[in-house]
């Protein structure tokens, strides 16, 4: 009788327990259990609260903030918060989870568990932040590990994850009658933020750019092995940044050439619109507000130069090509400049370590004809190709951009679109390969001249405009063409060993 009744009390302890985690669970009641047990829980304990926030004192982006949103957005617990919102990924048909303003989420580690509040206190002061809520009995044994932890999964998820690549135009500064009105600071960003983005989506690829892929082979390594030498940088005591000079005639694909770069490295561009900058201080304001893995680019500094059309000085554009003030976020940067020439240039500007590569961006040759053939109209040979190589050998020729546009207007024709280009050729481009080929070695002739081949190399430093110099330097050009080993080995350390060959 007992056995049977301790049975019977058994059946009724387990069915009451089934229907308990049924109610629970079905209903989600369990998440409100859990959330009063936490509560009664912190009630024993001392929490410590650490802030995020996504810009530091002097308007640098906080690269933490970046990480732990990107660590925060993808924990598995973000599906259990009570507000997420749901946005659409990068792949067709991804839909990704991000963390609402101020909603909380909790998170797992070594046995602790700690919360993170997205703290959207934008009305405030116009930032954004994350507040970690963590336990002052956990907080020794944890927070190290617990914030590598952090830095090794966002850089993992940062490295698996295609980039969503950003170009970033500089606004005007707001003057001071603006700076009084709240209106437009809002408007602004708080008056502080100097930057305005939207998404960097250029098809250009160094597969799309007609140039010698030697050349262009140069500057990818010359890129890669920049990204790994940080140390190295860093004991000479040097700023990690590379600047590179890109020159040539209008519609050479200077331009096209950045975007290609950036696609290459997977980097942010930062355009800066001198016209846009009030003076040397706000230059350097901008630049402090660029952000790592960027390429920040000045186009026609030629032009502005020579025009006097910046408010920035001479002194003040040396300072800035310096990047004195980045050293202190000591994090990788390239610097682009464009010109149509440097013949006038203040050689100061273009001494190494200011510029450390120069790239000569040509009229089309030949060659590049023929790339441009195969990419525009998908043709590898033709008949009228040799009427087209003698034409270049007499010494006219176009720019890429003219040539390019000939033949998409005449793509439906690939016999219209070479024969529209040897009539351009033959009437706007005579002569012009002549004038715009090498001024500085005096009038050299036509294009495939020796001297061009050197000057269509076009990674060189140090380019000052002696004539003896350059001499030497095609010179040393010649020399490494004919010798791979040194080839490399000289654009590798391209500053310092061509200053030796010249
Ligand atoms: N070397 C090239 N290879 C392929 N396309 C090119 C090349 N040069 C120019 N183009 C094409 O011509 C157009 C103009 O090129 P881009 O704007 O890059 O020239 P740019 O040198 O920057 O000219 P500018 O000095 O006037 O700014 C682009 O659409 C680009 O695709
Ligand atoms: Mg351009």
Not at 289 to 297: D, F, G, L, R
Request: aromatic share 10%; hydrophobic share 35%.
């Amino acid at each position: 009788m007992v056995l049977r009744n301790l049975i019977f009390l058994g059946f009724v302890i387990v069915c009451l327990l089934v229907i308990i985690r049924v109610l629970l669970f079905k209903t989600g009641l369990i998440y409100i259990v859990k959330k009063w047990w936490r509560w009664i829980e912190d009630c024993f304990h001392v929490n410590q609260f650490l802030k995020v926030p996504e810009y530091n004192e002097s308007m640098q982006e906080n690269q933490l903030y970046k990480k732990v949103s990107l660590y925060l957005n993808s924990l598995s617990t973000l599906e259990d918060s009570d507000f997420t919102n749901l946005v659409t990924g990068k792949k067709p048909h991804e839909i990704v989870l991000c963390l609402d303003p101020n909603q909380t989420v909790e998170d797992n580690f070594l046995g602790a568990v700690v919360t993170w509040t997205n703290g959207d206190n934008i009305e405030q002061n116009g930032f954004r932040s994350f507040v970690l809520k963590v336990r002052k009995a956990d907080k020794r044994r944890i927070l190290k590990p617990y914030l590598q932890h952090i830095h090794t999964v966002a850089d993992e998820i940062e490295q698996r994850k295609q980039r969503d690549l950003k170009l970033y135009l500089n606004i005007k500064r707001p003057d001071e009658d603006e700076d009084r009105n709240p209106h437009v600071l809002h408007r602004r960003g708080a008056g502080n933020v100097r930057w305005r983005s939207v998404p960097f989506t250029h098809p250009s690829t160094f597969d799309t750019i007609a140039m010698e892929d030697d050349l262009k082979n140069k500057v990818k390594s010359d890129l890669e092995s920049f990204l790994k030498a940080k140390q190295y940088y860093h004991r000479l005591g040097r700023v990690w940044k590379r600047s590179f000079l890109l020159y040539g005639p209008s519609g050479t694909g200077k331009s096209s050439f950045v975007a290609a770069m950036a696609n290459f490295l997977s980097y942010d561009v930062f355009d800066i619109d001198l016209s846009k900058v009030m003076n040397d201080s706000d230059l350097n304001f901008l630049l402090l507000q660029t952000t790592c893995k960027s390429i920040i680019v000045m186009e026609d500094l030629d032009r502005f130069l020579m025009e006097k059309s910046t408010a920035v000085s001479l002194s003040g554009m040396l300072n800035f090509m310096d990047g004195i003030l980045n050293s202190c976020c000591a994090e990788e940067r390239i610097m682009v400049f464009t010109m149509n020439s440097k013949d006038h240039i203040d050689p100061a500007l273009l001494r190494p370590g200011r510029i450390d590569v120069h790239i000569h961006f040509p009229l089309c040759d030949f060659l590049a004809f023929k790339t441009l053939a195969n990419s525009y109209l998908g043709l590898k040979d033709h008949k009228l190709f040799s009427q087209v190589e003698e034409i270049f050998q007499s010494g006219s020729s176009l720019s890429p951009a003219e040539i390019g546009e000939l033949m998409i207007t005449n793509r439906n024709s690939p016999s219209r679109a070479i024969k529209s280009v040897i009539t351009a050729l033959q009437t706007d481009g005579d002569g012009r390969g002549v004038g715009k080929i090498g001024p500085r070695l005096g009038n050299s002739g036509p294009r495939k001249s020796v001297e061009e081949a050197g000057e269509t190399g076009g990674v060189f430093c140090n380019e000052t405009g002696h004539t003896v110099k350059e001499f030497r330097k095609l010179y040393g050009f010649l020399r490494l063409k004919t010798n791979k080993v040194s080839h490399s080995h000289s654009f590798d350390s391209a500053s310092s060993t061509t200053q030796k060959d010249v």
